[in-house]
């Protein structure tokens, strides 16, 4: 990584820690950016392997799901627990069905995940009885290893439960995208054929991607779902796979960090246009966005790394 | 005579009636460097194609040493010791030649290594070593997309050399590679082979490299073998001349 990354990084995670007491209101929206963060970082995984998913909002959906059911029956009603057990729910879910999923590429991949979501997205809303519908499930506030908390000391914590999440998930992805069966997962994208003939299997190589992005999704779902204390099916819809896609297209899929700009971008830009123009906020947010993908190619992420590069080329970084 | 490292025996597959293997029985033994000769659509890439589990034959086996791997999957057939280098290059377009080699090294010693990385030194040593084979060290870090055709030749073959395997086959080495370097190249990949004990099968258009480096050459015509041997006899063969030699 580059000085100007590693500089960068620092900056960045000293900013989110001082944040909440710089401004308090912002650590709400922080908190629900770093988690669709997460999920974008899923999608921006499988778009390195040349996949576009426009259903991974399910596996947010499930991990949010899974918090609610988990603090609505007790079991695991600890903020630790529920987010690993949440975690390793989406984990399973997306290993059963990128199985089949992971097949299929191009608009196929794309579409069969998109189907998949919205079947998830109509059970969610009509089964009644066991998800609430369409009016969602509450989530009460976990304990936080045993300790009771009201809920604005619980939010503190898992604030900075998410940005030390942030930091430690990042470096861990940072590190499958440099070994070799990140490379591998890049490239599926070129040449998935010669890949074959060097005696790797592509599915397996996918299938592991595929089900490390559905976890990470799922992760970000509990988070949201703590922080909300609230999950609705609308979490499945499509509309919010494709606000994956774009979140992780407009900070960019060159770094880890990228998907995380780009949803921390997107929630201050939604923010911000709403306080400026509530009635035409969506305006704002689009033009913000052309601006962006015209002139910033590779994402916001891009943009740290065009800085990056004549240094790179004088062989002054690694 | 040395024991055989691939047998096939009695392959057959069409195309829509077009007989592409035709009964087509032959031994590559270990050792030796192969030439399969013949004119353009007599089948010569279609046998590769079936010796790699790229097309199932419609009857007959192929064995790697005495397993049969008929219909097995090219990366389980590439895992059991038998690599490609293609006609046309096959490379990882957007990533460096060095990245492409470290890949196909890794890809050897099992892609599954944990967080370890990629470009840790024992694998930049040896992806150098590779390279160096073809003079290729100085376009270590070209993205390979940007490669000439001819360097980008060089590179496949480099990457179906990383995996040490037991056969190698080589679809037209030479072609794509300028008249004057192909001697040259040839020189460096029969320096290559014998140093690692490398048995290899090349298709070859190019009579002359199929005289001087082969030490036997099949000739295929529709779909068949019509002679093999010694090349310098063969290709005296007034058969071979009238339906192969003249047209290819």
């Known amino acids: 990584m580059s000085r100007l990354l590693v500089l960068f990084a620092a900056a960045a995670v000293l900013a989110l820690l001082i944040l909440p007491a710089a401004m308090p209101s912002s650590q709400f929206i922080m908190t629900i950016a770093i988690a669709k963060g997460f999920a974008a970082l899923g999608v921006a995984l499988l778009l390195r392997g040349g996949l576009i998913s426009i259903g991974h909002a399910m596996y947010f959906a499930i991990g949010a799901y899974a918090t609610a059911f988990m603090m609505k029956f007790g079991v695991l009603a600890d903020l630790a627990l529920l987010l690993i057990g949440s975690t390793l729910v989406t984990a399973v879910c997306g290993l059963v069905f990128g199985t089949f999923l992971v097949r299929f590429r191009a608009i196929f991949f794309a579409m069969l995940n998109l189907a998949v979501s919205m079947v998830l997205f109509a059970l969610l809303s009509k089964l009644y009885g066991l998800t609430g519908g369409t009016d969602g499930m509450r989530v009460a506030t976990p304990a936080v290893f045993g300790l009771e908390l009201d809920k604005a000391a619980f939010d503190d914590i898992l604030y900075y439960v998410c940005v030390g999440l942030l930091v430690a998930i990042g470096l861990l992805i940072r590190a499958y995208l440099k070994s070799p069966l990140g490379y591998a997962l890049m490239s599926i994208h070129t040449n998935e054929i010669r890949l074959e003939y060097l005696g790797v299997s592509a599915w397996s190589v996918t299938l592991i991607a595929y089900t490390i ?71 704002i947010l689009g033009a913000a966005l052309l601006a962006v993908i015209f002139f910033l190619p590779h994402g916001l992420h891009g943009l740290l790394e065009k800085r990056a590069e004549p240094r790179k080329s004088q062989g002054v970084v690694e | 005579m040395n024991k055989p490292v691939l047998r096939a025996e009695g392959l057959e597959l069409s195309f829509s009636g077009v007989k592409a293997a035709d009964n087509v029985n032959l031994e590559v033994r270990e050792g030796e460097f192969l030439a399969i000769i013949g004119s353009n659509g007599s089948g010569k890439t279609t046998f590769l194609n079936m010796c790699t589990g790229y097309l199932r034959p419609e009857s007959g086996k192929v064995y790697l040493g005495d397993a049969a791997i008929t219909g097995m999957a090219p990366r389980r057939i590439a895992r059991r010791g038998i690599a490609r280098a293609f006609q046309i290059p096959q490379l990882f377009t957007d990533q460096t030649l060095l990245t492409n080699v470290m890949l196909a090294i890794a890809s050897r010693r099992g892609i599954f ?73 040839m020189e460096k990949l029969m320096a290559a082979l014998k140093a690692r004990q490398m048995t290899a099968l090349f298709v070859e258009h190019d009579m002359e490299i199929v005289t001087r480096y082969a030490d036997r050459v099949v000739v295929w015509d529709a779909g068949r073998i019509i002679a093999e041997g010694d090349p310098k006899q063969v290709l005296r063969d007034p058969q071979v001349i009238e339906r192969v030699v003249g047209a290819v």
């Open chain 1, 213 to 283: 992005s559905a976890a990470l999704a799922g992760l970000g779902g509990a988070m949201a779902a703590l922080t909300i204390g609230h999950v609705l099916p609308e979490y499945a819809y499509w509309t919010e796979s494709g606000h994956l896609v774009l979140t992780a297209v407009l900070g960019g899929i060159g770094g880890v960090a990228g998907p995380f700009i780009g949803s921390v971008f997107l929630e201050a830009v939604h923010v911000l246009a709403v306080d400026v123009a509530a009635d035409a906020w969506n305006m």
């Open chain 2, 113 to 185: 290594q944990g967080l370890r990385r990629l470009d840790r030194t024992a694998y930049i040593d040896e992806a150098h070593e590779l390279l160096a084979l073809f003079s290729l060290e100085d376009h270590a870090e070209t993205i390979a997309g940007t490669l000439p055709e001819g360097l980008r030749k060089l590179a496949d073959i480099t990457l179906a050399l990383a995996l040490n395997p037991r056969l190698l086959l080589l679809d037209e080495p030479t072609s794509g590679v300028s008249a004057l370097e192909r001697f040259t190249l």
